[in-house]
């Protein structure tokens, strides 16, 4: 177990608090991830025995599976500052270049969704990762003028959840590309009742396993479910998290026993029930459940699909014959599947 106290349950900061503490502080505390773990201590390892920065580094993987934390814990190890900024963040080159010429020799910048970065600051981040310096352009037209200016060494730790989206010259500049997994159940588990140390919740093996077995492979969704359990036991069971507890909380929530919210059954629910099945379009689906499409296709399509439970074709979603068992329907014949 971690040796920091766990959080008073009567702070007034806890809200506040509560992600930041939750979150590893090094790798001895960061569960699962195991062989990308195990990359990074080498790599880390190796840059501080020459006593230089580390190589660029690129987290790819789907959201809330400890990006941004191990982006945290590459600086702790390097024991150098962290900047964090974002893709989105960054749409004109000279949003980077404000940002480059500010670090310190060493720093690591993490940079967030680094696909949704435009397309010149990306130009400038080439040269920037390889060289260490950026070319400033002053003026405009053929009078523009491109003043080099140095950088310090630094180490970039990129995160995309669509590393696809990443032009190839970017890619090839990352001294290592780690590719996140989703956590197995025993992991997550693990990770489950160290928060709930965190937080001084009382939850025993059998309550660890249902919120666990709820998560979706994902940690953030995992810490995220142990909060709303400790708030029903909080007011209906004194405070103690047993198995039944956790299991009517995540009920009262609609999280149903493979994970599956309220948006996910919906989403399956009307290609068995309004679509027979399918195949049907993806605006349509998004219409009948009332949502924006790419809600639909970023949220909720890539868990049922990895369940199962959907099958995205060229004619569009198809539900599955375990998709319809999980809402209790009958799938038609299978040659009216498709």
Known sequence: MDDFPPLDPGSSDEDKIVDAVLRPQDFTQFLGQQRVVDQLSLVLSAAKQRQSVAD?????????????????????????????????????????????????EGEVFFLDEIHRMSRPAEEMLYLAMEDFRVDVVVGKGPGATAIPLDIPPFTLVGATTRVGLLPSPLRDRFGLTAQLDFYDTDTLIDIVQRSAHVLNIEIDAQASQVIASRSRGTPRIANRLLRRVRDF???????????????????????????LDRLDREVLEAVCHKFGGGPVGLSTLAIAVSEEAETVAEVAEPF???????????????????????????PPAQGDLF
């Open 233 to 259: 036991a909080e007011v209906r069971t004194q405070g103690k998290v047993s198995a039944d507890s956790a299991s009517e909380a995540l009920d009262l929530f609609e999280v149903d026993p493979l994970g």
């Open 304 to 330: 049922l699909v990895r369940l199962g439970f959907l099958m995205r074709t060229t004619r569009g979603r198809v539900a599955t014959a375990a998709g319809f068992a999980h809402i209790g329907a009958t």
């Open 56 to 104: 660029h580094v690129l987290l790819s993987g789907p959201p809330g599976l400890g990006k941004t934390t191990l982006a945290m814990i590459i600086a702790h190890e390097m024991e150098a500052p962290l900047r964090i900024s974002s893709g989105p963040a960054i749409q004109h080159a000279g949003d980077l270049a404000a940002i480059l010429s500010g670090l310190t």
